[in-house]
């Protein structure tokens, strides 16, 4: 099948980017939308031209690494999937595909459609963890935890940190990823101890960063690969009030 | 003490309070403005006076100004600095909000603050002394203002626009007070929707009856 | 001729560990300040090492090729992590667990060191629950367990299937926050290119930025490689698309043995090859076994829908062959038990390469719902990459490279052959023999990283307290870093016409024909000579766009390419020397009447690990004898 692409080139960081037009015949339904890309690549490489750099890894929608802007879309118009789960056959042959890094003051782009998202390992240095050191944990049946709360503390836990939130929102906030964080532990017995500090040091990190507001658009939620829900934001802002009047 | 009046999330917190403040208030307005709809202007004009005169009332004034002011000034820093997040925008960008107004919530809310510094200038401003008018005769200056086609539809326009506002306002603000549960949500969003349509529906009663009717 | 000192303390199986603590070496806080140890990697193993050690005191800077720490592959684990806690009562315990890993092994690893990864399994689960990793539980809020392939009790502990995500996240955490406290300072987006050794020890590293592509030097009293194994081998396998074995094999190249190479697990249920532009292939969780049947039709190229097909016509090859274990033999069994029935011809899907997972009975007996709380995302992952619901027909699996055994050898210190370089997690090859059991990684790597390697690394480093901070200026550093760019300036200035991954992906396919599930002598040697040919092509055709000073991924394909075919040449060549079959090691000349493998215990029991002999460019073969004193040597059934 054949798709017309455009695609934002940019060296690095200090250049000045641009869309190019690639008008490409060799895609076919079976393939992802990354390995489209891969295909696009071995042509320009065959040719001595750069190929188009983007992240990606484990190519099964687990590490996080890929990301871009599909049509519109953060990982394209499939909802709950990453880019390397989208599938060619969501496209129609002859279709215009505009394709765009994530936009971001916090997410600078560093070449192509790579942006940098060390921020969000800012934002979890500064508070996302529970502080137990190796060797003094007690036997794990010493801490019951209700199933229920385990549960939802693992459907916050599932964020891969792919950065879509940010992309979708029309703030580019980020409060969805920080909130999954606070509240995967605000809701277990082990991370209810430091509940106070974490929330505070990784909100203050956040808005340091240059990330915009949260307007409660709910881009995020319906843009989130793994689907984590704007109850978590809710939550989050309860963590923080508390945090600060008591 | 610092991180807390500076954090984002105090900010939103401040619009959430303010909002919902401004939210009641409305509800009272409407209140009195039904008063509009007596042929007898003696009750609306007593209850006028009353707000104005009774020194509770004016302590809460104050508070609703202090709303006003603290609700659009947050307003327009955050808005600000989300658009200061993005400084490159997409070159194509999806529908992709889950609540439509939210997108639109600092143009509404700009058209929602042309109509109230009208109204001031019509209402307010007379009762301050500021403008010239007869601020015991406030039932007069209303139905002389709905006798004026130009005045109606504005008045209309900028109802419309506030129901959109108040559309998103109402479960936002919930939702920022971190109001937001499994079961309860839906109600919320629920009475959300429908107060942004019946209030704003009950203002827009008024004029059209005067116009119309009267 | 061995040189190989395994360092295993004397005494019986169980106290070794102890023993070995109570007697090791210990350094003081105030001298942990002072030492610096650089950690590669940040999968389980990396993090967990470089936050412990963090933890402890030391200066550690934590290197990695991803954006972010967060990446590292083995987020990509689903079905679980094993511990030999008991809580389901089933009489599972440590000696259950190490007796598993050794015969699931099929005994070709080291008694000790299996028995302390077992020891410790418990510790990994308990500190897994303190630092808020949210595993199953069950409604008295207690830990559920799940069955896996290979064993009879019910341990492994398990969330969804995301367990690996759920660990590593859980260490990242706690890496984060030795980052926070200085304690480690992370380099992600940095490649480890070279070891540098001064005076016979491991001293440091050089790294590219893969930003800039500035090479750096970086110094330390002692290196961690943690860098996983080299299933990429097969281009096509279940790993990232950029996992690789570069760090581990520049640091064999630099005097660390390798050992086992041959040994490399081929995972039964993966998601077949779908297009030819195919980069991966997406691992279905072996805890799909515990419910889901595998099947293909009795008539041969029978094309009709699986679902039409009577159950007498369908061959459940697995509960056929092994009725004691069924579905849930070990992976290499049923890797090669699905290859037999499809090089039979009986195999299903348009390229006859694949077999049927079936859970209509499953669902049938259980509900939807129960299923859909097991492996739901799983079941959405199917659905998203082919189209078709499991819920509705039987997914198509085949096996893929998944897991390499073999790696760097270490000692029971788990320092490699060059004093000061450690290597942990799947990048070594100490505990799971010639073939590894589900959920045992996580494990063991874990294991690895918390428990086991801050020990042993104090025991060396104590002798370094007095070694002042290392100097990048060193000759040592100089000439590490020079050789880098003359590697990095040839492969950029070849200016041929093919791309790295297309010599990936031949070198793949020849590695999967003869030297994957089955191997013999014939086709080794005809891989050794096809892979020596693609090595030459590759220097003569190889195009690398772009520049060095910059953001170059094709140029770090090229490089791990490179890799790939020494690698390769390597892992023929323990194949050809290890004539019997063994795990996942099936040499064809070595099997049963019934098509087993066929061990041969008298004249293999043995680490095959491998020197590189950089000045003649040969690898001579030095072995370390395996003696089981514990467990008796049997041959390994599942029927």
């Given at each position: 099948?054949?798709?017309?692409?455009?695609?934002?080139?940019?060296?690095?960081?200090?250049?000045?980017?641009?869309?190019?037009?690639?008008?490409?015949?060799?895609?076919?339904?079976?393939?992802?939308?990354?390995?489209?890309?891969?295909?696009?690549?071995?042509?320009?490489?065959?040719?001595?031209?750069?190929?188009?750099?983007?992240?990606?890894?484990?190519?099964?929608?687990?590490?996080?690494?890929?990301?871009?802007?599909?049509?519109?879309?953060?990982?394209?118009?499939?909802?709950?999937?990453?880019?390397?789960?989208?599938?060619?056959?969501?496209?129609?042959?002859?279709?215009?595909?505009?394709?765009?890094?994530?936009?971001?003051?916090?997410?600078?782009?560093?070449?192509?459609?790579?942006?940098?998202?060390?921020?969000?390992?800012?934002?979890?240095?500064?508070?996302?963890?529970?502080?137990?050191?190796?060797?003094?944990?007690?036997?794990?049946?010493a801490i019951p935890v209700i199933k229920e709360k385990s549960d939802h503390s693992f459907d916050s836990a599932i964020c891969i940190g792919c950065g879509a939130c940010v992309a979708a929102c029309k703030n580019a906030s980020a409060m969805l990823f920080v909130s999954a964080k606070v509240s995967q532990y605000a809701q277990i017995p082990q991370g209810k101890i430091e509940a106070k500090e974490r929330v505070e040091a990784m909100i203050q990190k956040m808005d340091e960063l240059g990330f915009g507001n949260c307007t409660n658009t709910g881009a995020c939620e319906a843009q989130c690969p793994k689907e984590i829900s704007v109850i978590n934001i809710a939550r989050m802002n309860r963590e923080f009030y508390v945090a600060k009047i008591s | 003490m610092s991180s807390f009046l500076g954090s984002s999330l105090t900010k939103k917190i401040v619009m959430a309070f303010a909002g919902l403040f401004l939210i009641m208030f409305l509800l009272v307005?409407?209140?009195?403005?039904?008063?509009?709809?007596?042929?007898?202007?003696?009750?609306?004009?007593?209850?006028?006076?009353?707000?104005?005169?009774?020194?509770?009332?004016?302590?809460?004034?104050?508070?609703?100004?202090?709303?006003?002011?603290?609700?659009?000034?947050?307003?327009?820093?955050?808005?600000?600095?989300?658009?200061?997040?993005?400084?490159?925008?997409?070159?194509?960008?999806?529908?992709?909000?889950?609540?439509?107004?939210?997108?639109?919530?600092?143009?509404?809310?700009?058209?929602?603050?042309?109509?109230?510094?009208?109204?001031?200038?019509?209402?307010?401003?007379?009762?301050?002394?500021?403008?010239?008018?007869?601020?015991?005769?406030?039932?007069?200056?209303?139905?002389?203002?709905?006798?004026?086609?130009?005045?109606?539809?504005?008045?209309?326009?900028?109802?419309?626009?506030?129901?959109?506002?108040?559309?998103?306002?109402?479960?936002?603000?919930?939702?920022?007070?971190?109001?937001?549960?499994?079961?309860?949500?839906?109600?919320?969003?629920?009475?959300?929707?429908?107060?942004?349509?019946?209030?704003?529906?009950?203002?827009?009663?008024?004029?059209?009856?005067?116009?119309?009717?009267? | 001729?061995?040189?190989?000192?395994?360092?295993?303390?004397?005494?019986?199986?169980?106290?070794?560990?102890?023993?070995?603590?109570?007697?090791?070496?210990?350094?003081?806080?105030?001298?942990?300040?002072?030492?610096?140890?650089?950690?590669?990697?940040?999968?389980?193993?990396?993090?967990?090492?470089?936050?412990?050690?963090?933890?402890?005191?030391?200066?550690?800077?934590?290197?990695?090729?991803?954006?972010?720490?967060?990446?590292?592959?083995?987020?990509?684990?689903?079905?679980?992590?094993?511990?030999?806690?008991?809580?389901?009562?089933?009489?599972?315990?440590?000696?259950?667990?190490?007796?598993?890993?050794?015969?699931?092994?099929?005994?070709?690893?080291?008694?000790?060191?299996?028995?302390?990864?077992?020891?410790?399994?418990?510790?990994?689960?308990?500190?897994?629950?303190?630092?808020?990793?949210?595993?199953?539980?069950?409604?008295?809020?207690?830990?559920?367990?799940?069955?896996?392939?290979?064993?009879?009790?019910?341990?492994?502990?398990?969330?969804?299937?995301?367990?690996?995500?759920?660990?590593?996240?859980?260490?990242?955490?706690?890496?984060?926050?030795?980052?926070?406290?200085?304690?480690?300072?992370?380099?992600?987006?940095?490649?480890?290119?070279?070891?540098?050794?001064?005076?016979?020890?491991?001293?440091?590293?050089?790294?590219?930025?893969?930003?800039?592509?500035?090479?750096?030097?970086?110094?330390?009293?002692?290196?961690?490689?943690?860098?996983?194994?080299?299933?990429?081998?097969?281009?096509?396998?279940?790993?990232?698309?950029?996992?690789?074995?570069?760090?581990?094999?520049?640091?064999?190249?630099?005097?660390?043995?390798?050992?086992?190479?041959?040994?490399?697990?081929?995972?039964?249920?993966?998601?077949?090859?779908?297009?030819?532009?195919?980069?991966?292939?997406?691992?279905?969780?072996?805890?799909?076994?515990?419910?889901?049947?595998?099947?293909?039709?009795?008539?041969?190229?029978?094309?009709?829908?699986?679902?039409?097909?009577?159950?007498?016509?369908?061959?459940?090859?697995?509960?056929?062959?092994?009725?004691?274990?069924?579905?849930?033999?070990?992976?290499?069994?049923?890797?090669?038990?699905?290859?037999?029935?499809?090089?039979?011809?009986?195999?299903?899907?348009?390229?006859?390469?694949?077999?049927?997972?079936?859970?209509?009975?499953?669902?049938?007996?259980?509900?939807?719902?129960?299923?859909?709380?097991?492996?739901?995302?799983?079941?959405?992952?199917?659905?998203?990459?082919?189209?078709?619901?499991?819920?509705?027909?039987?997914?198509?699996?085949?096996?893929?490279?998944?897991?390499?055994?073999?790696?760097?050898?270490?000692?029971?210190?788990?320092?490699?052959?060059?004093?000061?370089?450690?290597?942990?997690?799947?990048?070594?090859?100490?505990?799971?023999?010639?073939?590894?059991?589900?959920?045992?990684?996580?494990?063991?790597?874990?294991?690895?990283?918390?428990?086991?390697?801050?020990?042993?690394?104090?025991?060396?480093?104590?002798?370094?307290?007095?070694?002042?901070?290392?100097?990048?200026?060193?000759?040592?550093?100089?000439?590490?870093?020079?050789?880098?760019?003359?590697?990095?300036?040839?492969?950029?200035?070849?200016?041929?016409?093919?791309?790295?991954?297309?010599?990936?992906?031949?070198?793949?396919?020849?590695?999967?024909?003869?030297?994957?599930?089955?191997?013999?002598?014939?086709?080794?040697?005809?891989?050794?000579?096809?892979?020596?040919?693609?090595?030459?092509?590759?220097?003569?055709?190889?195009?690398?766009?772009?520049?060095?000073?910059?953001?170059?991924?094709?140029?770090?394909?090229?490089?791990?390419?490179?890799?790939?075919?020494?690698?390769?040449?390597?892992?023929?060549?323990?194949?050809?020397?290890?004539?019997?079959?063994?795990?996942?090691?099936?040499?064809?000349?070595?099997?049963?009447?019934?098509?087993?493998?066929?061990?041969?215990?008298?004249?293999?029991?043995?680490?095959?690990?491998?020197?590189?002999?950089?000045?003649?460019?040969?690898?001579?073969?030095?072995?370390?004898?395996?003696?089981?004193?514990?467990?008796?040597?049997?041959?390994?059934?599942?029927?």
């Amino acid at each position: 099948m054949r798709v017309k692409l455009k695609i934002w080139r940019q060296k690095d960081a200090n250049s000045k980017g641009a869309f190019v037009n690639y008008d490409f015949d060799g895609a076919s339904p079976e393939m992802s939308f990354l390995e489209m890309l891969d295909a696009l690549n071995t042509r320009l490489i065959e040719k001595g031209e750069d190929p188009i750099a983007f992240d990606s890894d484990c190519r099964e929608g687990i590490c996080g690494a890929c990301g871009m802007y599909i049509n519109g879309y953060p990982h394209g118009p499939v909802k709950g999937i990453t880019t390397c789960h989208l599938s060619m056959r969501y496209f129609k042959d002859g279709q215009n595909i505009v394709v765009e890094p994530w936009r971001s003051k916090a997410f600078p782009v560093i070449r192509d459609l790579i942006v940098d998202r060390n921020s969000f390992d800012k934002i979890q240095v500064a508070g996302g963890f529970i502080s137990t050191n190796v060797g003094s944990a007690p036997d794990s049946h010493a801490i019951p935890v209700i199933k229920e709360k385990s549960d939802h503390s693992f459907d916050s836990a599932i964020c891969i940190g792919c950065g879509a939130c940010v992309a979708a929102c029309k703030n580019a906030s980020a409060m969805l990823f920080v909130s999954a964080k606070v509240s995967q532990y605000a809701q277990i017995p082990q991370g209810k101890i430091e509940a106070k500090e974490r929330v505070e040091a990784m909100i203050q990190k956040m808005d340091e960063l240059g990330f915009g507001n949260c307007t409660n658009t709910g881009a995020c939620e319906a843009q989130c690969p793994k689907e984590i829900s704007v109850i978590n934001i809710a939550r989050m802002n309860r963590e923080f009030y508390v945090a600060k009047i008591s | 003490m610092s991180s807390f009046l500076g954090s984002s999330l105090t900010k939103k917190i401040v619009m959430a309070f303010a909002g919902l403040f401004l939210i009641m208030f409305l509800l009272v307005h409407l209140g009195l403005n039904l008063f509009l709809l007596s042929d007898d202007p003696g009750p609306f004009n007593k209850a006028a006076h009353f707000m104005a005169s009774n020194p509770v009332i004016k302590i809460f004034e104050l508070v609703l100004m202090g709303g006003f002011l603290l609700h659009i000034l947050w307003g327009v820093i955050l808005q600000i600095q989300n658009w200061l997040a993005r400084p490159v925008r997409y070159k194509k960008m999806a529908e992709t909000q889950i609540s439509f107004f939210s997108k639109y919530m600092i143009y509404t809310g700009g058209i929602i603050l042309i109509f109230l510094i009208i109204h001031f200038v019509n209402f307010y401003f007379v009762k301050l002394g500021l403008v010239e008018g007869d601020h015991e005769n406030f039932y007069g200056m209303a139905h002389e203002l709905f006798q004026l086609p130009g005045y109606v539809v504005f008045y209309l326009v900028a109802l419309l626009i506030l129901g959109f506002h108040l559309n998103h306002a109402f479960q936002s603000a919930f939702q920022t007070l971190g109001l937001n549960h499994e079961t309860y949500t839906p109600c919320i969003k629920f009475v959300g929707l429908a107060y942004s349509i019946v209030v704003p529906a009950g203002y827009a009663v008024i004029p059209l009856i005067i116009y119309f009717v009267k | 001729m061995t040189k190989l000192n395994s360092k295993i303390p004397s005494g019986p199986l169980a106290e070794k560990w102890t023993k070995y603590k109570d007697t090791a070496n210990l350094v003081n806080p105030a001298n942990k300040k002072k030492l610096d140890v650089i950690v590669v990697g940040t999968g389980l193993a990396g993090a967990s090492a470089a936050s412990s050690l963090g933890e402890l005191g030391y200066q550690v800077k934590n290197f990695c090729y991803q954006d972010s720490s967060r990446r590292a592959h083995s987020v990509a684990a689903q079905g679980g992590i094993n511990a030999a806690k008991n809580y389901r009562n089933d009489g599972d315990s440590i000696y259950h667990l190490f007796y598993d890993m050794i015969k699931g092994g099929d005994y070709r690893a080291r008694e000790a060191n299996v028995y302390r990864a077992a020891q410790v399994s418990n510790d990994v689960i308990d500190h897994f629950t303190a630092i808020g990793v949210p595993f199953a539980r069950d409604y008295g809020g207690n830990l559920d367990n799940r069955s896996f392939g290979g064993v009879q009790v019910s341990r492994t502990f398990y969330a969804k299937g995301l367990t690996g995500q759920q660990c590593l996240l859980g260490t990242y955490s706690s890496l984060n926050r030795q980052i926070n406290k200085g304690m480690v300072t992370m380099y992600p987006r940095q490649e480890m290119l070279d070891l540098v050794v001064i005076d016979g020890k491991a001293r440091g590293i050089i790294t590219r930025n893969l930003i800039t592509g500035e090479i750096e030097r970086h110094s330390a009293h002692a290196v961690v490689l943690a860098t996983g194994g080299y299933g990429t081998i097969y281009y096509l396998s279940t790993l990232a698309v950029n996992s690789n074995p570069s760090a581990a094999w520049k640091a064999h190249k630099k005097g660390a043995y390798f050992a086992n190479p041959s040994f490399v697990q081929i995972h039964p249920t993966s998601i077949p090859q779908l297009n030819d532009f195919q980069a991966k292939l997406t691992l279905m969780s072996e805890s799909l076994r515990n419910d889901g049947r595998i099947w293909v039709p009795k008539a041969k190229g029978d094309k009709r829908h699986a679902n039409t097909i009577p159950n007498e016509e369908r061959d459940y090859f697995l509960e056929r062959r092994y009725p004691a274990f069924g579905n849930l033999v070990p992976r290499d069994v049923a890797s090669r038990a699905a290859k037999e029935r499809c090089d039979a011809g009986y195999g299903v899907s348009d390229t006859g390469l694949a077999v049927n997972l079936d859970f209509r009975d499953a669902i049938q007996k259980q509900g939807k719902k129960a299923i859909e709380s097991k492996y739901g995302n799983l079941f959405e992952m199917y659905e998203t990459i082919t189209g078709t619901s499991p819920y509705d027909e039987p997914m198509r699996i085949y096996p893929a490279g998944h897991y390499t055994m073999g790696g760097l050898w270490v000692d029971y210190e788990l320092m490699t052959t060059v004093p000061g370089l450690y290597a942990i997690g799947e990048s070594n090859f100490s505990d799971h023999g010639a073939n590894r059991l589900g959920a045992s990684s996580l494990m063991q790597t874990s294991g690895d990283g918390y428990f086991i390697l801050p020990y042993t690394i104090a025991n060396y480093l104590s002798d370094e307290i007095r070694t002042p901070r290392i100097s990048t200026d060193l000759k040592e550093f100089e000439e590490a870093e020079k050789e880098v760019m003359n590697q990095l300036e040839k492969l950029i200035s070849i200016k041929g016409t093919k791309s790295a991954t297309s010599f990936h992906r031949k070198l793949g396919k020849i590695m999967w024909d003869y030297c994957g599930m089955s191997r013999n002598e014939e086709g080794l040697n005809k891989a050794r000579v096809m892979v020596k040919k693609l090595k030459e092509d590759f220097y003569k055709d190889l195009m690398v766009p772009g520049g060095l000073n910059e953001l170059n991924q094709e140029l770090e394909k090229a490089g791990r390419v490179a890799d790939y075919f020494d690698v390769a040449d390597l892992m023929i060549t323990d194949a050809l020397n290890r004539t019997e079959s063994c795990g996942a090691h099936f040499r064809e000349e070595s099997q049963t009447e019934e098509g087993e493998a066929k061990r041969n215990d008298a004249d293999f029991m043995y680490v095959a690990a491998w020197e590189y002999n950089s000045s003649k460019q040969i690898h001579q073969l030095h072995k370390e004898d395996l003696k089981y004193e514990e467990v008796e040597v049997k041959v390994r059934s599942y029927k």
